[in-house]
Nanobody
Framework: QLRLVESGGGLVQAGGSLRLSCVAS????????IGWFRQAPGKEREFVAA????????HYADSVKDRFTISRDNTKTAVYLEMNSLKPEDTAVYYC???????????????WGQGTQVTVSS
């Protein structure tokens, strides 16, 4: 069974950058697409970005397109989310999850980690 652990969050000023990591332990990492989602207080978990099993396909929410980049390194069983030009509205807890294919629906993913807090100050 695959277990995912997020890290890399922190406090950053608007316009700054952060790199989140999602590291997997267990088997069959390459059998799954990995998605990043975020959840702000009082809001539903929302899709941010996802990468296919081989890393050749990616998909982004419109709100982060051209600012965030998702990538994966299957040799390290890791997925990364490079976040640039951060805005206060990016503030949330960021989670990664696995699914058989890229999807924007959080219901399709499982193996969520504990999340990592990203706070962007204005």
């Amino acid at each position: 069974q695959l277990r995912l652990v997020e890290s890399g969050g922190g406090l950053v000023q608007a316009g700054g950058s952060l790199r989140l990591s999602c590291v997997a332990s267990g088997r069959f990492f390459t059998s799954y697409a990995i998605g990043w989602f975020r959840q702000a207080p009082g809001k539903e978990r929302e899709f941010v970005a996802a990468v296919s099993r081989g890393g050749g396909s990616t998909h982004y929410a419109d709100s982060v397109k051209d600012r965030f980049t998702i990538s994966r390194d299957n040799t390290k069983t890791a997925v990364y989310l490079e976040m640039n030009s951060l805005k206060p509205e990016d503030t949330a807890v960021y989670y990664c999850g696995k699914h058989g294919t890229i999807s924007e629906s959080a219901r399709h993913y499982d193996a969520w980690g504990q999340g990592t807090q990203v706070t962007v100050s204005s």
